[in-house]
């Protein structure tokens, strides 16, 4: 029998053969184990979106939750379809948590056992905070409004929730294509991008103008490609795409006729006006001086001495990559 060049676990069927339980049973292990081990990779125990939660229209006291979908501690999938409704009957708890947990439904019986066995989810409000041992997902806290006010008080934090892939870092939670709530992920000292051209197509060879309207000649800039699988990368950066800042408020990506990419992201961070304090991250700006045409084998020099630092900090060390 042929091998396959990358052997891995599985079930080999051969013609005639009698297919049992086991055989069936040892396909199922398999196929869970990678839906597991790719939940593992993504992250447990948070929102992966959606679950918006606010105060239900017309019905004071209760809350109103958007479809979402979640993975619990233990790695299974909860997913909420519909809106639902939540009586928040808060008492004389000081908070109350809005949590989704895993629940099991049982059909199809064959001599006193469920044949059919469905995720299901169930969406409660709890008195006690988390870690829950049914491996249950916190995704909002509710409060009774301060006295004097009426109505509650819904609260939602961002380390609750798994960012995307192709997420920025600002901080801040948004709508996707699909209209999904989704967190852009914990900041990383900087600001969002003030532009961003979200992904566009770019024929091979070709190149895009844009209009940003940022003003000003410092910026930090960040250039992504997306293949037609959706992988996001910038590795080939500079080589087999870059971008170009002609004037002010304008930019240029272009790209060769490397085939692997077909979508680019540009998004600027500006310094701030000349002579203004820096507005966003404190990094350098490398000048290699000025362009130059070399013939191979030639030598020539590279003159960093027109590098600057927006924040005034002294650059000390100089580090040049070669590209192609």
Known sequence: MAQAENPSGRVAFLDGMRISREHLEHLQAYLRLGIFQLRETVGEGRVAHGLKTEAAPGAPGNIQVSPGLALDAFGRPLSLDTARVLPAALGSAPVMYAVLAHDLRYDQFFKGFPTVITDHVKLELRTAPPPYADGGVRFAEVRPAPAGATGL????????????LDHGHSGRFYQDEQARMRYDGHPLGLAGAMYDSGFVHIEPGGSVHLRHGLRGQDFLAQLEAANEHGMITNHG?????????????????????????????????????????????????????????????????????????????PIRKYKWIQLS
């Open 237 to 313: 950066s500079g080589r087999d795409f870059w971008y170009e800042l002609p004037a002010d408020g304008e930019a240029v990506i272009s790209r060769t006729k490397h085939k692997e990419y077909i979508r680019f992201r540009l998004r600027l961070w500006p310094f701030g006006t000349p002579g203004a304090a820096p507005q966003g991250p404190v990094l350098p700006v490398a000048d290699a001086g000025a362009d130059a045409m070399v013939e191979l084998g030639e030598t020539f020099r590279l003159d960093g001495a027109h590098s600057r630092s927006p924040a005034g900090l």
């Open 153 to 164: 008080l819904i609260a939602q934090a961002g380390e609750w929730y798994l960012p995307p």
